[in-house]
């Protein structure tokens, strides 16, 4: 198995905004806040997800999209997959279908598979080789750290991480993009942290009231010092292939 790493802790240089047309994602220009939390309402799983699954949910779900793809230089797909001879794929955890949708269009050939723990929202136009399939709710989706050895052990090879770093706070030099991005990244920790910290700890029990209320106040002391400092996060994308 060989494997190579390429980093890239900026935007691509190539980044034009035009180029978020070439894709149709749901026009969102900001999150709006949920003035209930109680409200929320959640998929129908015993799965271990605590994130929301309703409008809001859905809107940040395709901002998310927009933002990642432009931190990715407007690319999606890391790895040389063929487009003509490709067959079948699978969009796992798909949310609001925005990546399925691409991989359709990207690949009009092959079989696209969207799997998620709740049906899939209409936000757009569901083309005719998308497949939507009610799934996940036995699967680790917290696997992400192991996921280059799990690949491996699928007996995938030439492995290949990409880095990218995400701004978790806002400093002077930012690029548009990047700032984004901060912006988002403060709407995530002010408004879905506290409701999912509440939401797991429903599922923990009562006994954890007060270590919920705790873990609650310190995401908003977070939050209130967003920009204090610069902070950043890294973003990996691994991909591989299968030997034929």
């Known amino acids: 198995m060989s494997?190579?790493?390429?980093?890239?802790?900026?935007?691509?240089?190539?980044?034009?905004?035009?180029?978020?047309?070439e894709f149709p994602t749901v026009a969102i220009d900001k999150i709006e806040?949920?003035?209930?939390?109680?409200?929320?309402?959640?998929?129908?799983?015993?799965?271990?997800y605590v994130l929301p699954n309703d409008n809001?949910?859905?809107?940040?779900?395709?901002?998310?999209?927009?933002?990642?793809?432009?931190?990715?230089?407007?690319?999606?797909?890391?790895?040389?997959?063929?487009?003509?001879?490709?067959?079948?794929t699978l969009d796992i955890g798909c949310g609001t279908g925005a990546v399925t949708y691409e991989m359709a269009s990207t690949f009009p050939n092959a079989q696209v598979f969207g799997a998620d723990l709740?049906?899939?929202?209409?936000?757009?136009?569901?083309?005719?080789?998308?497949?939507?399939?009610?799934?996940?709710?036995?699967?680790?989706?917290y696997c992400g750290a192991n996921i280059p050895s799990l690949f491996a052990e699928a007996?995938?090879?030439?492995?290949?991480?990409?880095?990218?770093?995400?701004?978790?706070?806002?400093?002077?030099?930012?690029?548009?993009?990047?700032?984004?991005?901060?912006?988002?990244?403060?709407?995530?920790?002010?408004?879905l942290i506290p409701v999912a910290i509440q939401k797991a700890g429903e599922s923990a029990g009562p006994e954890y009231a007060g270590e919920v209320e705790d873990a609650i106040r310190d995401?908003?002391?977070?939050?209130?010092?967003?920009?204090?400092?610069?902070?950043?996060l890294w973003m990996y994308v691994v991909c591989g292939r299968k030997p034929e």
């Open 155 to 191: 007996g995938l090879t030439d492995i290949r991480i990409t880095r990218y770093m995400v701004p978790f706070s806002r400093w002077d030099g930012l690029t548009r993009e990047e700032r984004e991005m901060a912006d988002y990244l403060e709407t995530f920790v002010r408004d």
């Open 56 to 88: 809001i949910e859905h809107q940040r779900l395709e901002v998310q999209h927009r933002l990642l793809w432009q931190l990715m230089g407007n690319k999606v797909f890391h790895a040389p997959v063929p487009k003509d001879t490709t067959r079948k």
């Open 118 to 141: 709740s049906a899939v929202p209409q936000v757009r136009q569901k083309l005719s080789n998308i497949n939507y399939l009610l799934a996940l709710k036995d699967v680790d989706l």
């Open 3 to 21: 494997t190579s790493t390429t980093i890239n802790p900026v935007l691509s240089e190539s980044y034009s905004s035009s180029k978020l047309d």
């Open 33 to 48: 806040p949920s003035e209930d939390e109680d409200e929320r309402t959640f998929h129908d799983t015993d799965a271990a």
């Open 219 to 232: 995401a908003r002391k977070y939050h209130e010092a967003f920009d204090e400092g610069r902070n950043s």
